[in-house]
């Protein structure tokens, strides 16, 4: 159903991901808002509370970090530099400075790293995604 599409569509590659929405919008948009909020994307790191960063920061290496910022919006950003040390953050933003360009394939790359590493955490419940599902899920 629902779920298993949602997994699948995490596994494959942005712009086939958003290809496959979009043409799954037009022709069912409750069912592609369903699967939508089934998803877990490099943007959503926003719906982490800061001990989940802090604890997925643990598992990611900094260099995967400043690649996946390259492309990463403005409060992805802050979300991250907030929740490591103003070294750590200075480092970080002088290595995305230092890489140059660089191909969005590799940074996507790097952003799917970071993101099965959240659904890895997340499963074995050692940090909570708010934001997503219903009220069971509600933390208080």
Do not use: C, W
Not at 14 to 37: G, M, R, Y
Not at 91 to 107: T, Y
Not at 110 to 130: F, H, K, M, P, W
Request: glycine share 4%.
């Amino acid at each position: 159903g629902a779920k298993a599409l949602a997994d699948i569509l995490n596994l494959v590659e942005s712009s086939a991901e958003k290809h496959i929405l979009q043409t799954l919008e037009a022709d069912n948009p409750d069912l592609a808002a369903e699967i939508k909020n089934m998803m877990f994307v490099f943007e959503d790191l926003i719906l982490l509370d800061d001990r989940s960063i802090q604890r997925m920061l643990k598992e990611v290496e900094t260099k995967d970090i400043a690649i996946a910022l390259k492309a990463a919006s403005e409060d992805v950003k802050n979300k991250i530099y907030t929740n490591v040390s103003e070294r750590v953050s200075m480092m970080i933003k002088e290595e995305i400075e230092f890489m140059g360009p660089m191909r969005l394939s590799d940074v996507e790359a790097a952003q799917q790293r970071i993101v099965e590493t959240i659904r890895r955490l997340e499963e074995e419940g050692q940090i909570v995604i708010s934001g997503r599902g219903g009220k069971e899920d509600v933390v208080v």
